[in-house]
Each structure stands twice: as structure tokens, then as C-alpha cells.
């Protein structure tokens, strides 16, 4: 089980925090035919299929080499705009994904902001259905992200946009690029909130371009600012990397075994939810807000 640090559990409970939701997270919804999302390479490789032998071949070296954006680049200018929004449809919104356990207990941890670089719906539908319609969600591209940010209101910030607007989506390596550019604004927000808010990444991994840069300016213009935390199996990197990882990022990994399908994660946040609710009746019987 994942050893959660005192620091986690007092930012979670004074709604200091922000959830980073991955596709770790999503991969645990079914559909009723015990269907899974599936992973980036996952997709990748299924998008392959649909694309001529040549630049097939180009895209699958380029997954074994763990190049995602460019394949996905690759993938997306083989199919043209109307195929690759049906290909992402079919397998993001057309399966009716049920959410899993795991959503339920991030939902109850009630943290007031959840990002999310998924492009899938099924957290922020399964928590709007639980709060009764009442959760904001935002995407990188609206105005009045800084808005909703200062209002009290939980919020779900899409960080790479929604399945429910394909064409405005950051999936590819240029993609990636464009928005930074032209969304700057977005970023600045992501800034302000990893200064004043502890970040707790779960079920994602370390390769996401923006999360990196974003921590890693986080880490060289900030010095001495507090850790943010991710969750990651124990198996996934050396102990070399790790270190190299916690020194340029400012995080600290919190490992647990990948198991039984990362049960051991499932399990650790459940516990992670009785812990900030114990500390949030502390803080309710001390007024020690």
C-alpha cells in the first residue's frame, strides 16, 4: 500500500490540493460487455491498423521507441480530420464506459479542483451525476478558466481538452506545440495553481510534455517550494531514474505494486479517502482552519 505522507493528507483535507487524473484512472471503467479504455499505445496501435502498410510500419518503430506524439502525428494526417474523429468517437464515447470504484473514492476525497489530461468523460460525468450537475468543467481553450478557478465552485479543468470536441484536442506532437502558444494564458493558471496548491498526480505517467515543463520551471524558478507527489508502481523505473526524476521535477514518487492490475493503487486511495476524512473531523472539532 502506498505510504501516504502527512503533507497529502492535510492539503487534500484543507482543499489544497489538485487531483491529477491519467489514463491509470480511466482504465479501470468497463462497459457492460467488460470492455476497458485503452491505453495511449493501445490506441495508437489499433489507429495503425486503419492506415496504409507504409506509414504503418513508420508508426509502429516509433511506438517501440515510446514516440506517442509523433505517431499519434502520424496517424492523425493518415486518416484526415474525418476519419480520426470517428476513429477517437468510436473508442472514447461510443463504448458508454461505467466508472469503477476508483472514481467514487477520488470523488469523495472532495477536492476542489481535478485536472485531467483524459480526453475521455467518464470521471467528470460520474461526478457531475453525484453532485447533481453542480461540478464546473473547463477546458484549456475557455475564457474563463481564471474565473471559475477563484469561485468556489468544484471544477474539473480538462488540461487536453474533451472527445466532445474532437478538432480542438491535444493528442499530437504539434498540437502539443500550437497550444502552448496559443493558450498561454492556460498555462499561466497551471503555473499559479502548482505554486499556491500541492499537485497529486494519480495513474499518470512522466511523459506528458506539459506536466514536465510545467514541473521543471516549477522546480529551477522556485528552489526551495514544496514537494508535488506521484504515484507510480514500483517496478516502472530504476532507482537511478527515480532520482533523476525527483531532483528535476521537485516530486516525490509514492510506489506501490502493479499487481492484480494495480489493485494495490485502487486500494491505497481508498484508504487515502478515510484518512483526509478523519483529518477533515480533526480540523471540524479544532476550528484549526
Not at 514500483?234 to 514518487?253: F, Q, W
Amino acid at each position: 500500500m502506498i505510504a501516504w505522507p502527512n503533507d497529502v493528507v492535510a492539503d487534500i483535507a484543507r482543499r489544497k490540493a489538485v487531483l491529477v487524473l491519467g489514463a491509470g484512472i480511466s482504465m479501470n471503467a468497463k462497459t457492460n460487455a467488460g470492455v476497458c479504455p485503452k491505453s495511449w499505445l493501445q490506441l495508437l496501435e489499433e489507429g495503425a491498423k486503419r492506415i496504409d502498410p507504409k506509414p504503418r510500419a513508420v508508426v509502429k518503430r516509433l511506438l517501440k521507441g515510446r514516440d506517442f506524439l509523433t505517431a499519434c502525428e502520424i496517424v492523425k494526417s493518415q486518416l484526415g480530420k474525418d476519419q480520426y474523429e470517428t476513429f477517437l468517437t468510436d473508442e472514447f464515447l461510443a463504448p458508454k464506459f461505467e466508472p469503477a470504484k476508483v472514481h467514487e473514492s477520488i470523488f469523495k476525497l472532495d477536492s476542489r479542483i481535478v485536472a485531467t489530461p483524459n480526453i475521455d468523460k467518464i470521471y467528470e460525468t460520474f461526478a457531475n451525476h453525484k453532485a447533481k450537475g453542480s461540478i464546473k468543467t473547463k477546458h484549456f481553450y475557455d475564457d474563463d478558466v481564471s474565473n471559475a478557478i477563484r469561485r468556489s465552485n468544484r471544477l474539473v479543468l480538462k488540461i487536453h481538452g474533451s472527445i466532445d470536441s474532437p478538432s480542438k484536442m491535444i493528442f499530437t506532437r504539434g498540437e502539443y506545440a500550437a497550444a502552448r502558444i496559443k493558450h498561454a494564458e492556460f498555462y499561466a493558471i497551471l503555473d499559479a495553481l502548482l505554486i499556491t496548491n500541492t499537485f497529486v498526480f494519480l495513474g499518470c505517467g512522466i511523459n506528458d510534455p506539459d506536466m514536465r515543463l510545467l514541473l521543471e520551471n516549477y522546480t529551477f524558478r522556485f528552489v526551495n517550494s514544496r514537494q508535488h507527489f506521484i504515484t507510480m508502481p514500483s517496478d516502472a523505473l530504476s532507482e537511478e531514474e527515480i532520482k533523476a526524476l525527483e531532483g528535476s521535477m521537485n516530486v516525490k514518487l509514492l510506489t506501490y505494486s502493479s499487481k492484480n492490475n494495480h489493485k494495490e493503487l485502487i486500494d491505497s486511495i481508498s484508504e487515502l479517502r478515510q484518512k483526509v476524512d478523519d483529518e477533515r473531523l480533526r480540523l471540524a472539532n479544532s476550528l484549526d482552519w
